[in-house]
């Protein structure tokens, strides 16, 4: 469809006209200059949400609103559909139907294609039409489109982050208030920075699927949420945060897929992350993404993760992208080859450092610390604090197979001076020691460094 002035039209189809959906109309209003400029205009057209009374923040003059979601995207007169409406449902069922008659798509909606990444691909592949997913990976970080393009030939060895910024404002509230979970939970709900079902967020749930995503493009395995090992934040407590700050450290909800010998491990977790890496400088509601390869070492990305403007705008991009050129689709996309090959790796096989919290009697850090050593458990640093009348201890252990922490645990419960049930989060990174000999090597140079000689 063309205007009287020649320009191409885009006809929008709009599922859910929430806070981003609201953003995304107010943003094609602000851009339609620069839509002109390049010889195009973007007209939404028709929208579908719950409730036609509700008051929107936009202006939806002239749009076709409607409560019927496929009857907005089965309409002839659509030229694009746009997704986010969110859910696993119905959302799903639509964005498909109109994958497969060649209308693109372009989606917010992490849950429905995580869950359903084949059934999107297939559809696509039998329309023929381009697939947008920037904004559900995170928010306005550029990480599908790098990996899709910058990227694309690179052995990419390791994709992780902080990816979901509700965790990561409760747990920066956590530190600066001095409160525990459940207090930082409430501000962040009354601020808007959580789902409207807290579990996605706070039990790992939105950071594994989003990690779906992101190690399909990176690897080009697909492997669902449920497959992730997945823990949220909901155990943390202030004793965890005051120790890990006396050890150097701060708690961040971790989502990393690595490549290893046994196959992709993915998993979602609470990680104690050192003062020197920059994940541990990420805080309140903004992402960073690490990507890892032999070809240029590592890249880190960084911006907000979540609100109205940077997933709109992630929304937008993708919609201007596909316009430009319109088989620019990110599914599948690039294609790696023994990608088909990738298998997920078993949690089990694990082998970290991890940091162990006990609960102890007054007096008795000594004593619970050689029974640690009695067990086998080597110790690398320790932290104690009292919090709320009771005594607690922190270790970061050497590393060991997290098969044996998970059996330790009763023994170390049982040990004398321990008096609550010890609890363990796993290091960020796989070998404390590194951190123990970089920090030596920025404190004192190479002079500690022991040089080869006789009966060396």
């Given at each position: 469809?063309?205007?009287?002035?020649?320009?191409?039209?885009?006809?929008?189809?709009?599922?859910?006209?929430?806070?981003?959906?609201?953003?995304?109309?107010?943003?094609?209003?602000?851009?339609?200059?620069?839509?002109?400029?390049?010889?195009?205009?973007?007209?939404?057209?028709?929208?579908?949400?719950?409730?036609?009374?509700?008051?929107?923040?936009?202006?939806?003059?002239?749009?076709?609103?409607?409560?019927?979601?496929?009857?907005?995207?089965?309409?002839?007169?659509?030229?694009?559909?746009?997704?986010?409406?969110?859910?696993?449902?119905?959302?799903?069922?639509?964005?498909?139907?109109?994958?497969?008659?060649?209308?693109?798509?372009?989606?917010?909606?992490?849950?429905?294609?995580?869950?359903?990444?084949?059934?999107?691909?297939?559809?696509?592949?039998?329309?023929?039409?381009?697939?947008?997913?920037?904004?559900?990976?995170?928010?306005?970080?550029?990480?599908?489109?790098?990996?899709?393009?910058?990227?694309?030939?690179?052995?990419?060895?390791?994709?992780?982050?902080?990816?979901?910024?509700?965790?990561?404002?409760?747990?920066?509230?956590?530190?600066?208030?001095?409160?525990?979970?459940?207090?930082?939970?409430?501000?962040?709900?009354?601020?808007?920075?959580?789902?409207?079902?807290?579990?996605?967020?706070?039990?790992?749930?939105?950071?594994?699927?989003?990690?779906?995503?992101?190690?399909?493009?990176?690897?080009?395995?697909?492997?669902?949420?449920?497959?992730?090992?997945?823990?949220?934040?909901?155990?943390?407590?202030?004793?965890?945060?005051?120790?890990?700050?006396?050890?150097?450290?701060?708690?961040?909800?971790?989502?990393?897929?690595?490549?290893?010998?046994?196959?992709?491990?993915?998993?979602?977790?609470?990680?104690?992350?050192?003062?020197?890496?920059?994940?541990?400088?990420?805080?309140?509601?903004?992402?960073?993404?690490?990507?890892?390869?032999?070809?240029?070492?590592?890249?880190?990305?960084?911006?907000?993760?979540?609100?109205?403007?940077?997933?709109?705008?992630?929304?937008?991009?993708?919609?201007?992208?596909?316009?430009?050129?319109?088989?620019?689709?990110?599914?599948?996309?690039?294609?790696?080859?023994?990608?088909?090959?990738?298998?997920?790796?078993?949690?089990?096989?694990?082998?970290?450092?991890?940091?162990v919290r006990m609960g102890v009697a007054q007096g008795a850090d000594r004593q619970v610390l050689a029974g640690l050593g009695g067990l086998g458990?080597?110790?690398?640093?320790?932290?104690?604090?009292?919090?709320?009348?009771?005594?607690?201890?922190?270790?970061?252990?050497?590393?060991?197979?997290?098969?044996?922490?998970?059996?330790?645990?009763?023994?170390?419960?049982?040990?004398?001076?321990?008096?609550?049930?010890?609890?363990?989060?796993?290091?960020?990174?796989?070998?404390?020691?590194?951190?123990?000999?970089?920090?030596?090597?920025?404190?004192?140079?190479?002079?500690?460094?022991?040089?080869?000689?006789?009966?060396?």
């Amino acid at each position: 469809m063309t205007d009287p002035d020649g320009k191409r039209v885009i006809r929008v189809g709009m599922l859910g006209c929430g806070v981003v959906g609201a953003g995304l109309a107010k943003l094609i209003a602000k851009h339609r200059p620069d839509f002109h400029r390049n010889g195009f205009d973007l007209r939404l057209t028709r929208v579908a949400v719950r409730d036609l009374a509700k008051k929107r923040d936009c202006d939806l003059g002239g749009v076709s609103v409607t409560t019927d979601v496929r009857a907005v995207a089965d309409a002839p007169d659509i030229d694009l559909l746009v997704e986010v409406m969110g859910g696993t449902g119905l959302a799903v069922d639509a964005g498909c139907a109109a994958l497969a008659r060649g209308v693109p798509l372009v989606s917010a909606n992490k849950a429905g294609l995580a869950r359903s990444l084949p059934r999107y691909i297939e559809a696509g592949a039998q329309g023929k039409a381009a697939i947008g997913l920037e904004s559900a990976a995170a928010a306005h970080i550029p990480i599908i489109e790098t990996l899709e393009r910058s990227l694309a030939c690179e052995e990419i060895s390791l994709i992780k982050g902080v990816i979901n910024g509700s965790t990561n404002y409760i747990l920066t509230f956590m530190e600066r208030a001095g409160c525990e979970y459940p207090a930082a939970l409430a501000d962040a709900a009354a601020k808007g920075f959580t789902e409207a079902d807290p579990r996605l967020d706070v039990e790992g749930i939105d950071a594994a699927e989003k990690l779906t995503l992101l190690a399909f493009k990176a690897f080009g395995a697909y492997v669902p949420p449920d497959r992730i090992h997945t823990e949220g934040i909901t155990r943390i407590t202030q004793a965890d945060i005051r120790l890990a700050q006396g050890l150097d450290h701060r708690i961040k909800l971790v989502a990393a897929a690595r490549r290893t010998p046994q196959g992709l491990n993915l998993r979602v977790h609470p990680a104690l992350i050192h003062r020197g890496e920059l994940l541990a400088d990420v805080d309140s509601e903004f992402n960073a993404i690490i990507l890892e390869g032999p070809s240029f070492n590592q890249l880190t990305f960084l911006g907000k993760g979540a609100g109205q403007l940077p997933t709109a705008s992630a929304v937008l991009n993708d919609i201007v992208r596909i316009v430009r050129f319109p088989a620019a689709g990110s599914l599948p996309g690039f294609l790696r080859a023994g990608a088909d090959n990738t298998q997920a790796a078993r949690g089990g096989s694990l082998a970290l450092c991890y940091f162990v919290r006990m609960g102890v009697a007054q007096g008795a850090d000594r004593q619970v610390l050689a029974g640690l050593g009695g067990l086998g458990l080597p110790v690398l640093a320790h932290s104690a604090v009292d919090q709320s009348g009771r005594r607690f201890l922190g270790v970061i252990t050497d590393i060991v197979e997290e098969s044996r922490i998970l059996s330790l645990l009763p023994e170390i419960g049982r040990l004398p001076g321990v008096a609550e049930a010890p609890v363990f989060i796993r290091l960020d990174k796989d070998n404390y020691r590194d951190i123990v000999d970089r920090e030596q090597s920025a404190y004192f140079g190479t002079s500690l460094q022991r040089q080869p000689g006789p009966g060396v």
